[in-house]
């Protein structure tokens, strides 16, 4: 994948906020990247790859603690493909998961923020992105409800970006 838009690197840090927020109310001492936007350096948060090979990344395997997984902009800058296999992975990694994404307007209060960040999406992503076939981070949460249940959403950037806290249910079983 080409190097990503600094328009989504400046996006993920309006987010950081919420992500410590998440991370103390899911009392995670772990956070995984899964990207496809990495996370700069969180302090107090030991911060690791996702996607790269581990040992053992099942629940069971950490002694220390929940784990959050963080998938900033899968939508806008991964097929419907890739996103289908980065969220089997992700609902077997972790315990919770944060998507952060951009959002589509819902009312009219969050057109101009939704127009103005669709429309750099649209520049800066990819022309095959799962964003509008599964009609956004909410149809996307809807069509996985088996293996992600909503804990806490959040809109950031008047209404712009779309920022949800997951329980992941596949690893429970």
Not at 23 to 50: E, K
Not at 89 to 118: H, Q, V
Not at 136 to 141: D, I, P, V, W
Request: include cysteine; aromatic fraction near 6%; hydrophobic fraction near 45%.
């Amino acid at each position: 994948m080409p190097a990503t838009p600094a328009m989504f690197r400046a996006l993920l840090r309006a987010a950081l906020p919420s992500l410590a927020d998440f991370a103390r109310l899911t009392q995670a001492a772990t956070v995984l990247d899964f990207g496809p936007v990495r996370l700069p350096a969180l302090p107090g948060l030991y911060l690791n790859d996702g996607l790269a090979p581990q040992d053992d990344l099942t629940p069971a395997a950490r002694a220390d603690g929940p784990c959050l997984a963080v998938c900033a902009f899968g939508l806008s800058l991964l097929s419907e493909h890739e996103l289908s296999h980065r969220l089997a992975t992700l609902s077997t990694a972790s315990d919770y998961t944060m998507f952060l994404d951009i959002k589509a307007a819902e009312r009219n209060l969050e057109l101009p923020a939704s127009l103005l960040l669709n429309g750099m999406r649209r520049l800066c992503g990819r022309t095959d992105s799962a964003f509008q076939r599964l009609h956004g981070l909410e149809g996307l949460l809807w069509r996985e409800a088996e293996r992600f249940q909503p804990v806490e959403r959040r809109t950031l950037l008047g209404g712009g970006l779309s920022c949800v806290l997951v329980k992941c249910l596949r690893h429970e079983r």
